[in-house]
């Protein structure tokens, strides 16, 4: 158990739609990452935050967006689903901004019919 | 471009070694990172190089040469557990993450 948690772990939903991602870093950690893993295009990097600001971005697309919040924790957004956009999400958090150890969260499986 | 190649697949025995290669060609980059991650499973992280040479950790080293462009991990003592997919990535100035393809370690008894 990494001490990262992200909900929900599975979720099916149709093309169009918006979905939230949720994430929980470990305790202390100050930077939250976003990934996405296909099976076609191995895991990407989508975007870092730190302390609540953005710190670095990926190919994010701009039908995605994510913030982190005071408590930390952090949520990716995804609208106008398509059904490329199926794949699993990963969010890792670190003590600080670069250079450190990730630790990654179980993932969210999302599939788009 | 950052191009990472690594070994699509490997195969070796148990208690063997195996060294899994990563190339690059990058501008420039703060450091590299190794992961393993099994089937269904989340990353781990194995290590993180900045400076040119071998850094050990147990039964896992990693190596880095900026001059070559050029790292590998090397796995000692293998056991059946170290089936899996080995990440390799750069970590840029900008804090981004890019990764290879990963090398899918089959280990063998």
Redesign the interface.
């Known amino acids: 158990d990494?001490g990262v948690t992200q909900t929900p772990k599975h979720l099916i939903t149709a093309t169009g739609q918006r979905v939230t991602l949720r994430c929980s870093p470990r305790s202390g950690d100050l930077s939250v990452?976003w990934y996405q893993q296909s099976l076609d295009q191995?895991?990407?990097?989508l975007i870092?935050y730190y302390n609540g600001e953005e710190?670095?971005?990926?190919n994010i697309l701009e039908r995605f967006s994510a913030q982190q919040f005071p408590d930390l924790h952090s949520e990716l957004n995804l609208s106008s689903l398509e059904l490329g956009d199926s794949a699993l999400y990963?969010c890792a958090s670190s003590v600080g901004?670069?250079?450190?150890?990730?630790?990654?969260?179980?993932?969210t499986r999302l599939t788009v019919l | 471009g950052q191009n990472i190649d690594q070994p699509t697949e490997m195969t070796a025995t148990e208690g063997a070694i195996v060294q899994i290669n990563c190339t690059y060609q990058t501008s420039g980059f703060n450091g590299l990172f190794w992961y393993q991650q099994h089937a269904g499973e989340a990353p781990t992280f194995l290590s993180y190089n900045v400076l040119d040479g071998l850094e050990e950790k147990g039964r896992f080293s990693s190596f880095l040469s900026r001059s070559k462009g050029y790292s590998y991990l090397l796995l000692k003592e293998l056991q059946m557990k170290d089936s899996a997919s080995y990440l390799c990535a750069l970590e840029t100035n900008a804090g981004k993450s890019t990764f290879g393809d990963g090398t899918t370690l089959t280990v063998k008894p």
């Open positions: 990494s990452y191995g895991l990407q990097f870092q710190r670095a971005k990926g990963f901004t670069g250079g450190n150890e990730q630790f990654f969260g179980p993932g």
